[in-house]
């Protein structure tokens, strides 16, 4: 051995090294079974979050399917607009984010916090919208500022095109973020969170349909978020298209025709042969393309506060006093019940006394209607006769015979939120007041004032019925249906009744509504040459006149002027349209009668192959604004024409 | 000076695995680094910079091996104040980089003095300690061989870069157990550590320093913040599974979800990407390179060269169970690298230059 080193030394450092040694084996061996701990035990575990880091599945929205009129005319597609969107579990300072975000795009960093917050629930990986429809500016901006943006990201979903600003905005509906009550109903089933499912109208009815299958994509992405590669496609599967019964082009003609006379209002318009809603509007509408694309607080907010209601479906859930348009369902009462035959004839001297209280007719200030049969009174729309007429049949023969011409009733249209009218009876009274019915309360209701309100839906169906004979058709939008292996036709739903009239009876009351548009009557407005138009107007009062005088004292600016109503159907033998115009404060049912001719002369022209006539002018309506306010005189109880 | 049949004592064996885990290293780094696009992708410059620290640490081997380690340690005293004196220089006049002043930039290349540290200080020790007959058994020794140790030690925590300050510690403990420390010395020293560790841990520790032990023991306290590391670790280490997914194919390292991989968890990325397989067989090797060594310090002619060996040795061991043991989540996350495999020049240099005394020490085992 060397000098250097001594031989105990050498001992004691041989054993000491092997020591070392040992230590070090130990603790690779540790090491190796720590490795086997992670690698080969759990595995599995670690195996999936790895997938996780890196892999993510996008969602790839489904356009909904595409609504087309009954020609085939597209009326609602979709578009690709931009949403801007953040992915939380690639933000860590989610306030320095939004705070950016909103220098960059404008958009109030309280409203994107808001946003946030409201999906705070949802997975971290999942994005959050927090810009819907992003503007280009909006968009450059964003992607300028990437590098201070991590997380934000820019994705193209489809939106809904409505044709244009407002057109059949109520009977489309419109779409929004499925909500989480709805998310926990039967029908929303399968739905996930932030889908968009249609709130209102026809998106809402038949969401089921419309709704298509969302794909996905399975993308391998870096630490920051950034795509690297593709995995997997499920291509999003469209929505089934549906084919309405709507006609473009007489629902353009019914929008122009509101649009000119500058009322608000509702109209329906329908295929008296089996109920098919031809068109369809509420005044005032709203834009439904607002909410394609998700809808911003300030323009819901200012929907939402609106007096007019624009929200509201007028004609489904407006329920007003059907005025005159009622006189037909008393007539025809009379007739049925037999207390009356059309030859009955009363003597109209401008008012009659019921139970010691005068009733005015509209026209006392020219002397009355003198002598009229069932067909005058019609024409004439004479108050006294009906008073007459309703009085001789009781309250209870009068909601019978409404209830079957689908007035006091729900259409049962297949659109959303339909409220029902009333049409009142003895028994509805001892139920709802618990007093029994006053026989001086049928008097008003005879002219159609008083307790009766009716909707402007109802009040198609009932035209419709009249001029079918006695079928109470079941309103319905939908044409044809897609299943996926092309359009099929959708049949008619059952009529909701069918009454046993008398065809003599019946004929009597449609030639009383001929002779209003076509024998000097009150709806002359909406005659057409040659295709013998039925209707009936109606003024209905909001409110009896010793009370306008109060509440217009009150407040100048409440609109209490009455409502105008036109119901109609032509032609007279064989109709194919029926419906009604309803005029919201239209001072006058001949008003509404103006528009009614523009929708009937579309339908002719289009029928008979014709030029289709230009949008009417406000002149072209011929509309009367004087106010009828001194009608009636000294507070009697009375109807309009 | 280097005589021609000092050849057949080279240790091939030891040399052959010391290259080889160089050359998987580089591999690693080249996987890791390379940067993934949709289109394709191309590599790093990382794998490219270190070949060339390769080729200057083989020249540093061979200079460390041609040199005899008696001659070197007879200067260790120059080699020892040269060191102090890079040091002090990296403190006053160094390059700042990832939040340590370590560097000092020489042409293209960024030495990093701290790294060859260790060869100094087991350098100085082993000369202090063999030519000292009575060996680590007199504590006044033990105390200068300490303050030996301590001073490049503070220097380089107040870079600050604590990893590498801590791997003097083994070197000294390599050393000075090598020499003849008494055993109820090192227990009565690991048992005043303890309440020092404590006091320490409450009142010399950073906020953020303490918050490391912190989410290292609990990392889901923190999964997004400090904890990450510990947590990303983990998953890359199991998601390898028995087989790895194969070269190039790790998505943990490659994706970058565990930050800086082909630096200080280079180990991981091999444990992704080749599996329990490749662990075991790198850590196989690892184990041979350490066990070899031992056996040259056993084989050593004098307790010089033993001391030396012993001390470079354990450095590195301590530095290789460290560094995997953080690898897998299982450590707390300091910048303490894995000698041979980590990226990083000067850590490559200064171990291919600490292998070539090794060698060096088993060649000369014959030799006057």
């Given at each position: 051995m060397t000098t250097n080193l001594i031989p105990d030394d050498r001992r004691s450092l041989t054993i000491r090294l092997s020591v070392l040694q040992y230590l070090v084996a130990g603790a690779f061996a540790l090491l190796a079974v720590g490795f086997w701990v992670f690698q080969i035990a759990q595995h599995e575990k670690f195996r999936e979050m790895a997938e996780n880091n890196q892999q993510r599945r996008l969602p790839l929205p489904a356009p909904r399917g595409v609504l087309l009129d009954r020609?085939?005319?597209?009326l609602v597609e979709n578009q690709a607009t931009r949403n801007i969107a953040i992915v939380r579990e690639q933000t860590k300072n989610v306030g320095d984010v939004l705070r950016t975000l909103s220098a960059a795009t404008g958009v109030p960093e309280a409203q994107l916090r808001d946003t946030l917050s409201r999906r705070r629930?949802?997975?971290?990986y999942r994005p959050i919208v927090l810009?819907?429809?992003?503007?280009f500016e909006q968009y450059v901006a964003v992607m300028a500022r990437r590098l201070e943006l991590p997380g934000i990201i820019s994705e193209d979903v489809p939106s809904r095109r409505y044709p244009?600003?407002?057109?059949?905005a109520h009977l489309f509906g419109y779409v929004g973020e499925v909500t989480e009550p709805q998310l926990q109903r039967a029908e929303y089933e399968g739905v996930e969170p932030g889908s968009i499912v249609g709130q209102s109208g026809a998106e809402q009815a038949y969401n089921k349909q419309l709704m298509g299958v969302d794909g996905n994509r399975t993308v391998v992405v870096n630490s920051v978020g950034r795509?690297?590669?593709?995995?997997d496609k499920q291509p999003p599967t469209i929505g089934h298209p549906l084919q309405l019964t709507l006609d473009a082009d007489l629902q353009k003609a019914t929008e122009d025709a509101f649009t000119a006379s500058g009322f608000n209002g509702a109209s329906v318009v329908l295929?008296?042969?089996?109920?098919?809603?031809?068109a369809f509007t509420s005044r005032?509408?709203?834009?439904p393309n607002a909410f394609a694309a998700g809808i911003d607080r300030t323009t819901y907010g200012a929907l939402l506060n609106?007096?007019?209601?624009?929200?509201?479906?007028r004609a489904l859930q407006g329920r007003f006093s059907p005025g005159s348009t009622f006189k037909m369902a008393v007539g025809l009462a009379g007739l049925e019940e037999g207390?009356?035959?059309?030859?009955?004839t009363v003597h109209c001297s401008g008012s009659a006394t019921f139970y010691g209280r005068p009733f005015a007719c509209w026209a006392k200030s020219k002397g009355g209607h003198g002598a009229v049969n069932l067909k005058t009174a019609i024409e004439q729309s004479c108050d006294v006769y009906f008073y007459t007429v309703g009085n001789m049949l009781g309250i209870d023969r009068i909601n019978k015979w409404a209830t079957l011409l689908g007035?006091?009733?729900?259409?049962?249209?297949?659109?959303?939120n339909e409220l029902v009218g009333l049409v009142p009876s003895s028994q509805w009274k001892l139920e709802t007041r618990k007093e029994k019915w006053y026989a001086g309360e049928t008097i008003s209701v005879s002219i159609g004032q008083g307790q009766v309100s009716v909707t402007p839906v109802s009040m198609a169906v009932y035209a419709a019925t009249l001029a079918n004979g006695g079928v109470r058709v079941t309103p319905h939008i939908i044409k044809a249906a897609d299943d996926g292996t092309g359009l099929k036709p959708v049949p008619a739903p059952a009529p909701q009744s069918t009454i046993e009239v008398t065809p003599e009876k019946l004929e009597a009351i449609r030639q009383g509504m001929w002779g209003v548009v076509n024998g000097?009557?009150?709806?002359?407005?909406a005659r057409i040459e040659g295709k013998d138009v039925c209707g009936k107007t109606g003024t209905a009062q909001v409110i009896s006149n010793q009370n306008r005088l109060l509440a217009q004292a009150r407040n100048k600016n409440l609109d209490f002027r009455d409502n105008g109503w036109f119901v109609f159907f032509a032609?007279?033998?064989?109709?194919?349209i029926a419906g009604v115009v309803f005029l919201e404060?239209?001072?006058?049912g001949p008003n509404a009668a103006s528009l009614a001719k523009h929708i009937l002369a579309t339908f002719f022209a289009k029928e008979d192959g014709k030029p289709l006539p230009p949008p009417p002018t406000h002149e072209d309506?011929?509309?009367?604004?004087?106010?009828?306010?001194?009608?009636?005189?000294?507070g009697l109880a009375g109807g309009g024409r | 000076m280097f005589e021609r049949r000092l050849y057949f004592h080279v240790d091939w064996l030891l040399l052959g695995a010391v290259l080889l885990l160089s050359v998987v290293g580089v591999a690693m780094i080249y996987s890791t680094t390379y940067?993934?696009?949709?289109?394709g992708g191309h590599p790093g410059t990382q794998p490219m910079t270190q070949l060339y620290a390769l080729g200057i640490g083989l020249v540093a081997l061979l200079v460390c091996l041609a040199v005899d380690y008696r001659m070197l340690a007879e200067h260790s005293l120059f080699v020892y104040g040269g060191l102090l004196l890079l040091l002090v220089f990296v403190l006053l006049k160094g390059q700042t980089q990832m939040g340590g002043q370590r560097w000092i930039p020489i042409g293209p290349f960024h030495l990093q003095p701290s790294e060859f540290a260790r060869i100094a200080v087991a350098l100085m020790l082993a000369m202090y300690f063999g030519e000292?007959?009575?060996?680590?058994?007199?504590p006044g020794d033990l105390i200068i061989g300490g303050i030996l140790t301590l001073v490049p030690l503070l220097l380089i925590a107040k870079q600050p870069d604590l990893g590498t300050a801590i791997t003097l510690m083994p070197v000294f403990v390599g050393v000075a157990f090598l020499a003849g420390l008494r055993l109820r010395l090192l227990a009565i020293i690991a048992i005043a550590c303890l309440p020092l560790g404590f006091f320490g841990y409450k009142f010399a520790l950073k906020d953020y320093q303490r918050q490391r032990i912190q989410t290292f023991l609990d990392?889901?306290?923190?999964p997004r913040g400090a904890g990450y590391q510990t947590i990303q670790a983990r998953v890359t280490v199991g998601s390898?599974?028995?087989?790895?997914?194969?070269f190039r194919h790790g998505t943990q390292g490659q994706y970058k979800?565990?930050?800086?991989?082909?630096?200080?968890?280079i180990f991981s990325v091999l444990a992704e990407e080749q599996g329990f397989i490749g662990v075991l067989g790198a850590l196989g090797l690892y184990l041979f390179v350490i066990v070899r060594s031992i056996e040259a310090a056993r084989l050593a002619k004098d307790r010089l060269g033993s001391y030396l060996v012993g001390g470079i040795i354990s450095g590195f061991a301590f530095q290789v169970i460290y560094n995997v043991t953080m690898s897998a989540?299982?450590?707390?996350?300091?910048?303490i690298t894995l000698p041979?495999?980590?990226?990083g020049g000067s850590s490559l240099i200064a171990s291919l230059a600490g292998f070539g005394l090794i060698l060096n020490v088993r060649m000369r085992r014959f030799t006057n």
């Open positions: 020609n085939g005319k597209v629930r949802d997975p971290s810009i819907e429809n992003a503007s244009s600003s407002d057109m059949a795509e690297i590669k593709e995995l295929d008296p042969r089996n109920g098919e809603v031809l005032p509408a709203y834009d609106d007096p007019l209601k624009p929200l509201t479906n207390v009356i035959n059309p030859n009955f007035l006091g009733v729900k259409s049962n249209i297949d659109l959303p000097g009557g009150t709806g002359g407005r032609p007279r033998d064989n109709p194919r404060h239209g001072i006058h309506l011929h509309l009367d604004y004087k106010d009828p306010y001194a009608r009636g005189g000294s | 940067v993934a696009t949709p289109a000292n007959r009575r060996g680590a058994k007199n990392p889901e306290q923190d390898g599974g028995l087989t790895g997914k194969g979800f565990l930050p800086v991989a082909h630096n200080d968890f989540g299982l450590a707390p996350v300091k910048g041979l495999m980590s990226y």
